[in-house]
């Protein structure tokens, strides 16, 4: 049996507390997301930014659907104008692409061969006339040991002149050794 790995906790981009990214947990979402939620409306979201919510407005937050894709072990939320996914058993992430301002990826948990207990949550705002695209990484297996894998990736896009933004989620099947 190979030693379990510890993941130490993991800020990227801005200082956030691990207490206000992480929160309360979200519902748990399977890779089908339930019909009965509302995808977010423009109408809803704020035109001035606003704080990062806090943990106990996160315990209270909104469960929103993902628009296009398959969310994967992904769970979204949403509080004024900031979108929070947690992703279970997800090990990282990172900013691909736009403006890194008010975003946030901590990932936290115990990884090993037999177990994954890895938790990584993302918090952006979500601003008129912006995109953003965001990479997330899993656990895989290839040769002879664990390894780093792409795990999904979530793209954010809120065109200039659209009413609502447009999220699309896509995910990879987990690499296993063959």
């Not at 993941?7 to 929160?23: D, E």
């Not at 748990?28 to 979201?45: H, K, M, N, R």
């Not at 002879?144 to 896009?157: C, K, R």
Request: with cysteine.
């Amino acid at each position: 049996m190979k030693p379990s790995l510890k993941m130490p906790k993991v800020k990227v981009l801005t200082v956030l507390s691990a207490a206000l990214a992480l929160g309360a947990a979200t519902p748990a979402a399977s890779s089908t997301q339930s019909p009965t939620l509302s995808v977010i409306s423009g109408a809803d979201v704020p035109r001035e930014p606003s704080k990062v919510p806090t943990a106990a407005e996160w315990a209270a937050a909104e469960p929103v659907r993902i628009n296009r894709g398959d969310p994967g072990p992904c769970a979204a939320s949403r509080v004024r104008e900031w979108l929070r996914l947690r992703c279970p058993d997800w090990i990282g992430g990172g900013l691909v692409a736009g403006d890194p301002k008010g975003v946030s990826i901590t990932a936290f948990g115990q990884v090993g061969e037999l177990e994954n207990h890895a938790v990584t949550t993302l918090v952006l705002p979500l601003t008129r006339g912006e995109a953003k695209i965001v990479s997330f990484m899993q656990l895989g297996q290839e040769y002879n040991s664990d390894s780093y894998a792409e795990g999904g990736t979530l793209s954010v896009v809120w065109r200039r002149g659209h009413p609502d933004p447009t999220l699309v989620m896509s995910v990879r099947p987990v690499p296993r050794m063959q």
